[in-house]
C-alpha cells in the first residue's frame, strides 16, 4: 500500500491527495482509540508504550522507504498521519490529559529520529510539524517546570545543524533557501512569544549557528526576557556597565564545560587558571583550538566558544571571591588574561 500511495500521489497528486487524507485520518482514528483504551484507565505505560510503538514502526517505515525511493520520495503521507495523530492525541480530555507531556515527548523523540540529516526529503514535512503549534505552544508554554524546553531544543538543534554546512555557503540553492526562511519565521516566532527560551538556549544555539549567518545569530541574541526593560541606547551618557542589570549572571541552561574536551585539556586548564601551571598550556592552546573535527572549518568553534566563556565566568567568580568588582583593571594581570591573549 506504501509504494501505491507514493505512486499515486507522483501521478496525480489531485486525487491521490483526497484519498490518501481519507485513508491516513481513518488509520489515526483507529490509532488514537487504541491509544486511549489500553490497558487500565489509571496505567499509563501501556498508553505510551503502544504509542511509542506506532511511532517507532511509522518512524522506521519513513526511513526504509525514504532510502528506497530517495528523490521520488514522497513526504505528504507521512506528513499527513503524523499532524493528525498529534492533533487528536492533543484534544481535551481527562485520559490525553494525563499523559500529555509523555505524549509530547513520544513524538519529540520521534521527530528527532526523523531529523533533516536522516531523512533530507522529509525536512519540510519536519519543519512544519517541529513548528506546530501544538509542539510549540505546550513544551514552550505548557510544560510544567519548562520540562519541555530541553526536548525542543534538541529539535532545533538538529534543524540548524542540518543548515550549517549549506550556510557556510554564500550562495544558497532555492530548495535550501526555502527552509532557510522557514527557520526564520519559526525563530520569529519564538522571539516573540518565548523570549526566555531562546535566552536560555542561546549559547548552543549560536555553538552550531555558522558565523557569518549574522541575520539568524542576531534573532537569537536579540531575545531578552519579557519582564525586563531595556535602557533606551540613545541616552546622553548612557554607560552599560553602570547599570544594575549588569551585576545579574544571564541563565545558561546548556552545560558548556563539556564542550571542553578533552579531558586532560579540561584538566590542565583548570589547573593553569588556579596556578599558572604548567607552564606549557599557553603554547599548546593554539593547537587545540585549530583542531577543528567539522568539515570545512579550520577552528574548534565549539571548543572556543565554550573556552571564552568558562574562562570568564571562572575570572568574575575569582574577582568577586576576594570582594572584588569585575572589571578590565582587576582582570587585566590575571591567569585568565593570560588565556584570552594567547588565545586570539
Not at 99 to 124: C, D, K, M
Amino acid at each position: 500500500r506504501r509504494d501505491d500511495r507514493s505512486f499515486s500521489l507522483a501521478q496525480n497528486p489531485t486525487l491521490a491527495r483526497a484519498k490518501c487524507y481519507h485513508t491516513m485520518d481513518a488509520y489515526v482514528k483507529l490509532i488514537v482509540v487504541l491509544v486511549k483504551h489500553s490497558g487500565d484507565p489509571s496505567t499509563t505505560v501501556t498508553k505510551i508504550n503502544l504509542l511509542n510503538k506506532v511511532l517507532s514502526t511509522v518512524a522506521h517505515v519513513l526511513v526504509q522507504d525514504h532510502d528506497v525511493r530517495k528523490t521520488e520520495f514522497q513526504q505528504l503521507p507521512y506528513h499527513r498521519l503524523l499532524t493528525m495523530l498529534l492533533q487528536e492525541l492533543n484534544v481535551p480530555d481527562p485520559i490525553f490529559d494525563a499523559i500529555n507531556f509523555l505524549v509530547l515527548q513520544s513524538f519529540s523523540n520521534t521527530f528527532h529520529n526523523l531529523r533533516p540529516a536522516r531523512a533530507p526529503g522529509f525536512a519540510y514535512a519536519w519543519l512544519e510539524l517541529v513548528a506546530h503549534r501544538i509542539m510549540i505552544g505546550k513544551l514552550l508554554g505548557a510544560s510544567p517546570q519548562q520540562k519541555g524546553w530541553s526536548l525542543f531544543q534538541q529539535l532545533l538543534l538538529d534543524l540548524f545543524r542540518f543548515l550549517a554546512p549549506f550556510l557556510r555557503n554564500a550562495e544558497l540553492a532555492k530548495s535550501t533557501q526555502l527552509l532557510y526562511k522557514g527557520t526564520l519565521r519559526v525563530l520569529l516566532v519564538l522571539l516573540h512569544d518565548f523570549p526566555e527560551f531562546l535566552c536560555d538556549y542561546h549559547f548552543s544555539f549560536c555553538d552550531v549557528i555558522p558565523p557569518n549567518c549574522i541575520q539568524m545569530r542576531n534573532l537569537i541574541l536579540s531575545a531578552f526576557p519579557r519582564n525586563m526593560r531595556l535602557p533606551d541606547p540613545f541616552t546622553p551618557n548612557l554607560k552599560v556597565d553602570m547599570l544594575p542589570e549588569i551585576t545579574h549572571a544571564p541563565r545558561i541552561l546548556t552545560i558548556f564545560s563539556q564542550s571542553i574536551q578533552p579531558a586532560n585539556f579540561k584538566k590542565d586548564l583548570d589547573s593553569y587558571i588556579k596556578t599558572r601551571a604548567p607552564v606549557t598550556f599557553l603554547s599548546q592552546l593554539r593547537k587545540h583550538l585549530q583542531t577543528s573535527i567539522e568539515p570545512g572549518t579550520r577552528y574548534n568553534v565549539s571548543l572556543m566558544n565554550a573556552l571564552v566563556l568558562y574562562v570568564g565566568t571562572q575570572a568574575i567568580a575569582y574577582i568577586r571571591s576576594r570582594s572584588g568588582t569585575p572589571s578590565l583593571s582587576t582582570i587585566t594581570h590575571s591567569s585568565h588574561m593570560d588565556i584570552f591573549q594567547f588565545g586570539r
